[in-house]
Every structure is written in C-alpha cells, then in structure tokens.
C-alpha cells in the first residue's frame, strides 16, 4: 500500500461525528440559573450521571452543560469498544485489586448488561452489536501472555465466555498474516456507535426532563452560601450538588489536576470493502479486534463494513494541554496506514476516508478513579485510559452514590476508596512519559523484555499505558 495515496483524500474529521443524523445543539445557558443536580461535561460521563439521576428521582432539577457540543470529544470520536471490564482488563485488575476482583468482574458484567437494557429501554439505535474481542498475538511471546491470562480468569472460577485460539482458529475469524494466535471473549465486549451512542443518551436526558445547555462551557466552581456555584461565559449555575466529568479537560477541582493526563489517540476509516474484499479478510463474527503489542492497534467493522483501524502512537504534549491542533497528525496516520497494509495485505488498494485523533484522559493505574469535595456536594470520576465507552456509566453510579451520601456496594470498594499516584510536576512529567514510551517500544521488539525503568515503575504502581 502506497500510505500517501491511500490517506491522499482523507477527511480530517471523525468519521462517526458525519453521521447525517447529527443532532441540533441544544441552545446555551443565557442567564443565571438554579438546580438541584449540576452536571458539567456532555461525554459520556456526564450524560451517564444525568439520566441515571432522573431514574433515581424523577423530581430532581438537573442541568448539564457541556463546553461545546454532546459526544463531540472523546465520546464522539473512539474506536466504539463498550467493555464490561472496569479494571482496563483482567490483568490490571489482578495487579491492583486481587481480592475484590471477582466482585470487580460481576458489577462490570452487571455495568455492561445494563448499558444494553438502557439502550433497549429507550429506543437509541446505536448500532449495537454484542460481538465480543479478539486480543491477537504478533509475536510468539504474545501467545504465552494470553495463555497464561487465560489461566489466571480460569483459577478464578470465572464464567469468562473466554476461548484461546490457535493460529488456525483465529485466522478462520479474521484472516491476517501477522496472526499467530488469540484469545476471544465472546461476551465481554460490544460494538457501538459512539456519537450515536452519545446522542441517544442526550435524547433520553432530554426526555426525562433534564436541561442541557451546549456551547456553555464551565469556567470556574465555588461556594455560594450554603449551596455551590459555577460561572458559565453568560450566568451562573447554583447547584446543590455537582457531579464533574470532565475526564481528559482540566477539572474544576485543580487538586484532581495532577493524577490525570490527557493523550492523544489517533484512527483512520476506510472506505466500504467491496464483497469481494470482505471475503478476501473473513471476519465472520464481526468481533472488535487489538493487537497484544505495548504499542497496540484496535480494530473493527462499521455497520457498512469500513474498518477502523486505530491506536499505535499514543502522545503526551508538554503541559498536558488539550488544543484543537492536537487532533491531526500526519507521521501517525502514514504509520497507521502502513500498519495496516502490512495487517492485511489482502487490501492493499483500500483507500481511507477519514483520519482523526482526539484526547483520553489517563491516570497511572488506567482505570478510573473517584472521590468528592465541598463536604461531599461534588463529586468526580475520571481516568479512565480509553475504556470510557462502558466503564463511564459505573462511575456514574459511582458519583450519585458519593453525593447521595450512600454506603453501596460500589462505594465500599478499595477501587472507589483508593487513589492511584499522582504524576509529577514539569518537566519530570514529560520525561518520565517519553522514557516510558520508549521503554515500551523497546519491550515490543525485544520478545515483551521489561528494562530496568518499566520494572521500576512495576514495584512503585506508577506506569504509563500506550
């Protein structure tokens, strides 16, 4: 594949972002305002804690603004993986929470069937399809890395729905290659169309009485007598309570600031495959695919068969600013495209017609973490490491129990009670990730061989996820 020809008439917007049924932007706050429930972010995070708050209590006044548009973020630009696990897989959860990771497990199956009845319940049509993953293996010490946690859900008397697969079965799903071997989970994971996603929920939080306001971005938060308030560019906001989900933007809580950092993701779209190119790859479960390398891609089918084709690079800018800027980057979509000849060969004439990037907010232990301020009136979650599509809506749970004052299942957990660490200040910051990278990159071409630095930041519980 010629990677210039092939990206020569690629949009530099997200593909899922033109989808014609795009709604209007509800208009933006113009004055001041009250309620009892005030969410700011219109990702998935937010509308999550919106809809749910109204399903707890009908009577609840609950506003949400969102600084531009619904799903226009990271909720409107992923890869469109809804997966149950809250850990950022069974290994991480392992390292991290090993004695609650059954519990972990279940409230994750629990999260993603609920994410399916919601979506049953209100008529979104999100292009849902409950095809599971495929993690593959590239290299031969991949293979030896999926047996072993094949093993490890195993002994934890899991009913996983996990199946590992030879070089033969996994080509017979999908046939690359580069495939030497792979381990499906067939009921963990879901396709979906993220913004339509986002936008239905938008549409049921509009229909259960919630007020949105788009275009109203929130600038600062505060105390107001007994109650808190937040400055928007045209009123403020007075609220009783606040739920923060604004995930890899800057928090209003500038304490939350240094345990998350926004990195930059990138995808490409091609073009429909033709019959013939479609049989050409198999892919007859249309399961959700990655790759088991540090440096990973995931892939998968469109409802009109493009394949998205994205991850590899993952990129931390000084300052850990999040700029429009950002999102184009033409030396890793080139290095995406020629990935993905070298994937499948087979379709060497694919052109694509879309390249995009976007920012997913991080944390040091990859998966989301959780807590209140103001004396318990707001709450956040954030961090969630690119496993947002699913795992948003158990943070938002997660919130409304904190702010209900509640003791649940979900706020006794270590995950709930715990913080991961925090990254250190600038420049250490930006060195310490671009080491990290490196190292990582160096592992994926060295059989998985972890150097001094990545074993060291194993004992401390302090890494980087590419």
Known sequence: MDSARALADARPTPYWLEDPGRPAAQPALTGPTTCDLLVVGGGYSGLWTALLAKERDPALDVVLVEGQEVGWAASGRNGGFCAASLTHGFGNGLQRWPVELDRLERLGAANLDGIEATLQRYGIDAEWERTGEIDVATQPHQLDELHELAEAVAAHGLDSGLTVLDADAVRAQVDSPTFLGGLLDKDGVAMVHPAKLAWGLKAACLALGVRVHEHTPALDLGRDGTGLTVRTPHGRI???????????????????????????????????????????????????????????????????????????????????????????????????????????????????????????????????????AYDGRVAYAAGYTGLGVGATRFGAQVMLDLLAGERTERTELEMVRSKPLP???????????????????????????????????????LGFDS
């Not at 060195?431 to 401390?460: Q, V």
Request: proline share 5%; net charge positive; hydrophobic share 40%.
């Open 238 to 372: 007075r609220a009783g309570r606040v739920a923060l989900g604004t995930n890899a933007f800057p928090s209003l809580l500038r304490r939350v600031r240094p345990y998350v950092v926004p990195v930059y993701d990138y995808a490409l779209m091609t073009e429909p495959l033709t019959a013939d190119q479609l049989a050409a790859i198999g892919w007859r479960g249309r399961q959700g695919l990655s790759d088991s390398a540090n440096k990973f891609h995931y892939f998968r089918l469109t409802a009109d068969n493009r394949i998205l084709w994205g991850g590899y690079d993952a990129v931390y800018h000084f300052g850990g600013h999040v700029r429009r800027s950002y999102d184009q980057r033409p030396q890793t979509f080139r290095t995406l495209a020629r990935n993905f000849a070298h994937c499948f060969p087979q379709l060497a004439d694919v052109r694509f017609t879309n390249a995009w990037g976007g920012a997913i907010d991080t944390c040091s232990r990859f998966s989301a973490f959780f807590d209140t």
């Open 423 to 461: 990254f250190p200040p600038e420049p250490v910051r930006w060195a310490g990730i671009g080491i990290t990278t490196r190292s990582l990159e160096h592992a994926d071409r060295t059989g998985g061989r972890r150097n001094l630095w990545l074993r060291t930041l194993d004992r401390l519980g």
